[in-house]
């Protein structure tokens, strides 16, 4: 593991990681996300409806292929949703895009 890497793990994307509280906030909805370069972050989506996360993710990140571009996450195809606060589901990655 890299030190961009190691800087990800155990944060909420778009908290920077010299943030006093960059972790997850215990009222808040999250979505685990699960390879690529945003691998082991976590991203807030709390209030989102069913379609909206059904949908994925394009996060801009530095990281990416190509720097300043995106990358790709998309939710497990028939994986269970947990209700409530805390990690909901899981987005995979799926690939970058400048």
Do not use: K
């Amino acid at each position: 593991m890299n030190g961009d890497e190691q800087l990800l793990r155990g944060r909420v994307y778009g908290c920077d990681h010299d943030a006093p509280n960059p972790g997850p906030l215990p009222a808040r909805t999250y979505a685990a996300l699960v390879g690529g370069p945003l691998d082991g972050l976590l991203l807030d989506i709390t209030g989102w409806t069913a379609e909206e996360v059904d949908g994925g993710v394009a996060l801009a990140t530095e990281l990416s292929r190509w720097p300043g571009g995106r990358a790709l996450y998309d939710p497990g195809a028939d994986e269970p949703r947990t209700p409530g606060r805390g990690v909901a589901c899981h987005f995979y990655y799926s690939g970058d895009t400048p």
